[in-house]
């Protein structure tokens, strides 16, 4: 503690922060254990900024991967289950990111929203927390695509064409278009 300037009470602290991220494990009478890599809390947004560039690009590609496996379904599911005001907000949002293709800032809050609406719409409460925790590298790495040359333009026609299968109400559609929109994601700015 010394070494460090720090007060115990400070350290302590520190050290929850680290246990709730499963980085280290703490037991009474015990030492501090780091725990494996691969058992820490991903979801966290606190291990964006203490990652690694490298390895935060390989998070960004894995939670892309994750992506691809799970928002295709949840569109599906949202399909079924789309309602006038879930539709409503979809069209409102799609506009105002037709209007945003100029600001990414204000582009990505909107895509966020877009695909939180799609994923309320699908009413599984487990899926949409997954959805809102996993939300700040969603943010990472739509920085990344949304800085490829007409990336924007683009994504406004691949979401009015998943809004246009909501619309129809068609689960196979739906899934498809998102498919369709997350690969080419990963096609223009993100590691494979």
Same mark, same amino acid.
């Given at each position: ?53 490298? &390895? *935060?690009?390989?998070? %960004?590609?894995? $939670? ?5 496996? =799970?928002?295709? !379904?949840?569109? #599906? ?69 949304? &800085? *490829?040359?007409?990336? %924007?333009?683009? $994504? ?5 064409? =998943?809004?246009? !299968?909501?619309? #129809? ?24």
């Amino acid at each position: 503690l010394q070494e460090f300037g720090v007060s115990r009470a400070v350290a302590r602290e520190a050290l929850k922060i680290l246990a709730s991220l499963d980085m280290i494990e703490i037991a009474q009478g015990r030492r501090v254990v780091l725990r494996p890599a691969e058992e820490w809390d991903y979801l966290s947004p606190l291990l964006i900024d203490w990652l690694p560039h490298e &390895q *935060m690009r390989e998070i %960004l590609a894995e $939670a892309h991967a994750t992506r691809i496996i =799970i928002e295709p !379904a949840i569109a #599906a599911i949202a399909a079924k289950h789309m309602t006038k005001e879930n539709l409503e907000r979809l069209g409102t949002l799609l506009a105002a990111m037709s209007a945003s293709e100029d600001n990414p800032d204000a582009y990505l809050k909107l895509d966020l929203d877009f695909h939180m609406e799609i994923c309320r719409a699908a009413q599984n409460r487990i899926l949409d927390r997954f959805m809102y925790s996993s939300r700040w590298w969603q943010m990472a790495s739509r920085r990344i695509s949304n &800085q *490829m040359p007409h990336a %924007l333009p683009s $994504a406004t026609e691949m979401h009015r064409a =998943i809004y246009e !299968a909501l619309v #129809a109400r068609d689960e196979k559609r739906a899934e498809e278009a998102m498919r369709r929109h997350l690969k080419k994601t990963t096609a223009v700015g993100l590691p494979r």
